[in-house]
């Protein structure tokens, strides 16, 4: 199998680097180059079985003597762009080359006691991030300010950076569930979504609070009522076991019956990626397991005038799930105190 | 035509969401979810001509009425998925799909005047950061403070934020051409080479410093030495009509014949994306033209003792380039006057 994707080869070696890693019948190849090569090194080790090499130093006939005796080899499909596979059949030789329909991700999808140990690290510091956020945040400040202060907590705090871009929506653009800070100045009376997720050792946090400045309207008292009490139902559903369909049907049903919409999923994997399986969506024909890590993270939406979302990491557990981030989900008003 | 890079929508229409962008013999078409249909709609105007639609409102039928009356469409091989690929003939009902070869990447080699604009914008904001470090950076101070504060710095300083993960790599670190910060300190004696970049308007800057914590050692001074020598040899080489493969190799020649080695490109093209065409390789075989923004950043690391590289973003003129970023280049020893 030929492996290309970062982040699965950083699954399977702890390598963090730009290179291929090639898994034959004879051995086990890391191909990168100089630029990598002392990084590389200092990582692995003589057990890890591992060849390393650069890509300077191989041959045309290396690179066909690499898969020599193996029926077929396999590829990421999903990852691999249509030029680089026509590439890889050349360059390999490869007589069969198959798709492996994300074999390595499903293995992924489980966590272990060491990944979700890194996702609870993640997560506390994202936790103690907002809670220095709600003594930091000023009426005048912009949302880019609010941004900055994120990353740079993250970066002083023990995580390696953040997941994503921290989104600070607030006022209006905390309608669109994917704002990108502006130098809007946060006023009185704003609703202000903060998503924000930081990276430990490799692993990602996810959290959404919703918060507000000075006062919450009785409108948007309403719909924050709406998201939470299901942010909370769906808490209660999230167990080993679980419908993914189902749950989220539940969602989508309670929000349609007040007349809005969930128009995004209801959650997603989180791991090495912010991103990954399981999808919680009425879509989806997957059954929560033990150990995946999901987020909950219900949102509503109305265009021009405000959004609502409460988002956290949870671990499934036998019998219920575990919330990894631990802020406070009842109305969080600042700013009227001082 | 279907694009589906990002960078190469927001390219050819400024949108920057998800979402995948057809060029059909009727329309044109932009294809996202719910999720980015408020901003998408408040960046385009009529007068774009782009219809735009939210792919859960979308049929079978409607993908395969898009190209209906194509006789070939083309998709972005280098960009595409092999499983995407895979999706797009079944989806579209694509008879004939041919590869694109970088059409529109390269368009975008050669920037136009408002282009060039936010690339200086970004490669002055760029400069003004690695002015403030000299003065904030400390013995006793972290890589990853420093990191930090050159992600604020960025945020607060007009920039949309980091173009890279800003390499602050200090002592024998400096040794690695792409080390990631870590908790080390900042130590006397210290070779720190500090790779910077942020965007403007989506536009990259990149470059990088080498300086000295105290003193510099004469060792590292022959180093310094040769690398800023070819570095400004190469800015007298780089201008329309130069010839990448040459100008690659007298820098790689010379450092050969000091007993040195240059292990990565001496520079790339820098854009929307940071690294884009051209790159300069002495495996290229094209040719310098007016336009192009290309950085020039020769280095030599001596594997487990130092590093030293010295990088500008420049534009190439008819006659010469200009260098967009202006930081110092000759030795900068910082600590020792406090």
New interface residues.
């Given amino acids: 199998m030929i492996i290309s994707n970062p982040i699965n080869v950083r699954y399977l070696t702890n390598i963090?680097?730009e290179g291929t890693l090639l898994i034959t019948r004879k051995e086990n190849i890391y191909i990168t180059?100089?630029?990598?090569m002392?990084?590389v090194n200092s990582v692995l080790t003589i057990d890890d079985g591992i060849m390393v090499y650069d890509a300077k130093n191989l041959s045309k006939d290396d690179y066909e003597n690499f898969f020599m005796f193996c029926n077929s080899v396999g590829?990421e499909?999903?990852?691999?762009?249509?030029?680089n596979?026509?590439e890889y059949v050349h360059k390999y030789k490869i007589e069969n080359i198959i798709?492996t329909e994300k074999m390595i991700e499903a293995h992924r999808v489980i966590k272990d006691v060491d990944e979700i140990e890194k996702i609870k690290k993640a997560c506390q510091i994202t936790d103690s991030c907002f809670s220095h956020l709600l003594s930091f945040i000023k009426k005048g400040m912009t949302e880019?300010?609010i941004?900055?202060?994120i990353?740079?907590y993250f970066?002083?705090h023990g995580a390696d950076?953040v997941a994503f871009?921290p989104i600070v929506a607030s006022g209006v653009h905390s309608?669109?569930?994917?704002?990108?800070p502006t130098d809007k100045k946060i006023e009185s009376g704003d609703v202000i979504t903060i998503d924000l997720g930081c990276k430990y050792q490799g692993y990602c946090s996810d959290m959404t609070r919703t918060i507000f400045m000075d006062y919450i309207s009785e409108d948007v008292k309403k719909i924050y009522d709406l998201v939470l009490k299901n942010q909370l139902s769906t808490q209660n559903e999230l167990k080993d076991g679980g419908n993914i369909k189902i749950i989220t049907k539940l969602v989508e049903n309670n929000f349609e019956f007040n007349s809005h919409m969930l128009?995004?999923a209801l959650g997603h994997g989180v791991g090495l990626t912010l991103h990954e399986g399981p999808i919680l969506s009425s879509r989806s024909n997957q059954i929560l397991k033990e150990n995946m890590v999901v987020t909950n993270e219900p949102g509503i939406y109305l265009?021009r005038k405000f959004g609502v979302r409460i988002e956290d990491t949870v671990l499934i557990t036998k019998n219920g799930c575990i919330n990894l981030t631990n802020s406070e989900k009842n109305y969080i008003i600042i700013g009227s105190q001082s």
Avoid: C, W
């Fill in positions: 963090n680097a180059d100089s630029r990598y002392e990084a590829f499909e999903n990852y691999v762009t249509y030029a596979y026509k798709e880019k300010q941004e900055a202060e990353e740079q970066k002083l950076g871009e309608s669109m569930p994917h704002a990108i128009i995004h265009p």
